[in-house]
T-cell receptor, first 117, second 107 residues
Framework: DAGVTQSPTHLIKTRGQQVTLRCSPK?????VSWYQQALGQGPQFIFQ???????QRGNFPDRFSGHQFPNYSSELNVNALLLGDSALYLC????????????????FGPGTRLTVL | RKEVEQDPGPFNVPEGATVAFNCTYS??????FFWYRQDCRKEPKLLMS???SGNEDGRFTAQLNRASQYISLLIRDSKLSDSATYLC????????FGAGTRLAVHP
């Protein structure tokens, strides 16, 4: 049973460029959440996708956008990269519980380490 | 004020020691609570959920006090392999993480 996978593992970009990160959820999961973890900090919630729609969003600018595909995989896009976007980007998958709209336990992928020069 | 606050650490303890981590959260509407463990340059992994009745998993005990909005994690008989960063996490239909407390267990 494959866990959450992310690609690429590492990425180096320059300021102003655009980047796309990819995530495949754990088998049986239908919800994908994205987090940004800066060095020495805890992960910060970016947004969550369910049924190919953004369910909720954290305090991130519009430069951060995403998409979820019919197979539940997801992409995170960041435009006009800034030095401050350098971080570990984590994808977490879970099973959306309709009752009470609570998401189930989230399982994290290994992350994509983005460096912006 | 941060939504989830943890002891800054780092905690440096000898093997066999008992160590306690504390965490407070600001939003009383928080739905569920967790401790995650994160090894250096790895992804966070769920260590345990936290319930008001308290729960124990081997050497690990977690406790939640909703009235005080306080969460704790106790590790007994520390092992070298317990060295990691421990993240206090609150679920508000999205996970809100504390900054983490680093634990270093030495021989």
């Amino acid at each position: 049973d494959a866990g959450v996978t992310q690609s690429p593992t590492h990425l180096i970009k320059t300021r102003g460029q655009q980047v796309t990160l990819r995530c495949s959820p754990k088998s049986g999961h239908d919800t994908v959440s994205w987090y940004q973890q800066a060095l020495g900090q805890g992960p910060q919630f970016i947004f969550q996708y369910y049924e190919e729609e953004e369910r909720q969003r954290g305090n991130f600018p519009d430069r951060f956008s995403g998409h979820q595909f019919p197979n539940y995989s997801s992409e995170l896009n960041v435009n006009a990269l800034l030095l401050g976007d350098s971080a570990l980007y984590l994808c977490a998958s879970s099973l959306f519980r309709l009752a009470g709209a609570l998401t189930d336990t989230q399982y994290f992928g290994p992350g994509t380490r983005l460096t912006v020069l | 004020r941060k939504e989830v606050e943890q002891d800054p650490g780092p905690f440096n303890v000898p093997e066999g020691a008992t160590v306690a981590f504390n965490c407070t959260y600001s939003n009383s509407a928080s739905q569920s609570f967790f401790w995650y463990r994160q090894d250096c340059r790895k992804e966070p992994k769920l260590l345990m959920s936290v319930y008001s009745s308290g729960n124990e998993d081997g050497r690990f005990t977690a406790q939640l006090n909703r009235a005080s909005q306080y969460i704790s994690l106790l590790i007994r008989d520390s092992k070298l392999s317990d060295s990691a960063t421990y993240l206090c996490v609150v679920n508000m239909d999205k996970l809100i993480f504390g900054a983490g407390t680093r634990l270093a267990v030495h021989p």
